[in-house]
């Protein structure tokens, strides 16, 4: 069976200048869309040469695909941001000189770019070039003030024989930042690690914003984040690990759209652990874990995570308000479980308030 897969590719230190064109060709295809569906359907571009007359100086490979992007989504309503997007006639991969680089359309002309890779990257794209996966639509994003191509590509990978569903449920938070549970059999990872790196790179980022040293703190910026990413592809390695382990068939987790993350917390703890989503990279921690899971042949879910901390995952009892403490017995079956394994187990049943 075949999946589709993205890879994330760091663009090489683009100049000033190159970095100025693609945030130009992005506010220009935004723009673009908001006009689009601002117009009756009836009269809306159906080819980059009738688009034209929407839209500022932008190559038609850019305006055909943004077209295909706006009416391959339900009835939007507006864009705050509509990436560039190229599809793959218009995308090119090259290996030069044992360096990777991609060619794209841009405002001046089809550039080629140097790109950053890993070993894992490195690998799809010698099968890239080989013939050996298929491409698909590379897009032109901005992340923390550095830019990427995100390239989907499709992959063979092996299919299971039909049996037994194993299912493997997820619960993230902030005292332990994974748990995943199946059967009574639980894997837990700590938040204290992380908690001590956010301590003292906020501690840094406070003395050198006093001392005005912008680089130096853009650089501790960029030198936290990779050690997170590292942090989060460790923990999703051990997940899968974990899960193949187990013979797990599908992996549930929480849906994190418009999360709530309420933790009843002291002052101090919800400092120390840092409580909101920007803290700690949740999303891309799920990322990680779902494209592993996929390559191990292994189906991933998202399901609804309300109450899930309220439900006893033995006896199916719902409590009236978060159990506290980390430990809880429930009062109508006596069974006793920590609090973020009892979730993790009513993600793997899909038991909520509104079970999904």
């Not at 923390?144 to 024989?161: D, N, T």
């Not at 779902?290 to 399901?303: N, Q, R, S």
Request: proline residues 3%; hydrophobic residues 35%; positive net charge.
């Amino acid at each position: 069976m075949t999946q589709i897969i993205t890879i994330k590719l760091k663009l090489y230190k683009p100049t000033h200048e190159k970095e100025k064109m693609y945030q130009l060709m992005t506010d220009r295809v935004t723009a673009f869309a908001n006009k689009y569906i601002s117009l009756e359907k009836k009269d809306r571009p159906k080819t980059s040469r009738q688009a034209k007359a929407y839209s500022e100086p932008l190559p038609s490979a850019v305006l055909t695909q943004a077209i295909r992007d706006i009416n391959a989504k339900k009835d939007p309503k507006h864009f705050k941001r509509l990436w560039c997007n190229f599809n793959n006639q218009n995308f090119k991969v090259e290996k030069e000189n044992g360096n990777w680089k991609v060619s794209f359309p841009t405002l001046e002309k089809r550039i080629g770019v140097p790109i950053e890779t890993s070993e894992r990257q490195n690998d799809y794209l010698e099968k890239l070039v080989n013939g050996e996966v298929k491409q698909g639509t590379a897009m032109l994003v901005k992340r923390r003030g550095k830019w990427y191509i995100h390239l989907s590509i499709e992959i063979s990978i092996e299919e299971k024989p039909k049996g037994r569903e194993k299912i493997i449920g997820i619960d993230l938070g902030l005292i332990n930042i994974l748990v995943a549970e199946t059967e009574g059999q639980t894997l837990f990872f700590s938040g204290g690690r992380l908690a001590y790196i956010r301590r003292h790179f906020k501690s840094l980022r406070s003395r050198l914003m006093k001392a005005k040293a912008y680089k130096k703190l853009k650089e501790s910026e960029d030198r936290e984040h990779r050690i997170v990413t590292d942090i989060n592809h460790k923990i999703s390695r051990a997940v899968i690990d974990f899960a193949k382990e187990q013979g797990i068939t599908k992996i549930r987790m929480e849906d994190l759209t418009g999360a709530r993350w309420e933790m009843k917390q002291k002052k101090k703890q919800r400092q120390d652990n840092g409580k909101s989503l920007q803290s700690w990279s949740f999303y891309q921690l799920q990322e990680f874990i779902e494209y592993k899971a996929i390559l191990a042949g292994i189906e991933v879910e998202y399901v609804n995570k309300d109450n899930t901390s309220m439900i006893c995952s033995v006896c199916g009892h719902k409590f009236t308000s978060r159990p506290k403490g980390r430990m809880f017995k429930c009062p109508f079956c006596g069974s006793i479980r920590h609090i973020d394994a009892n979730a993790a187990r009513n993600i793997a049943k899909a038991i909520s308030g509104i079970a999904s």
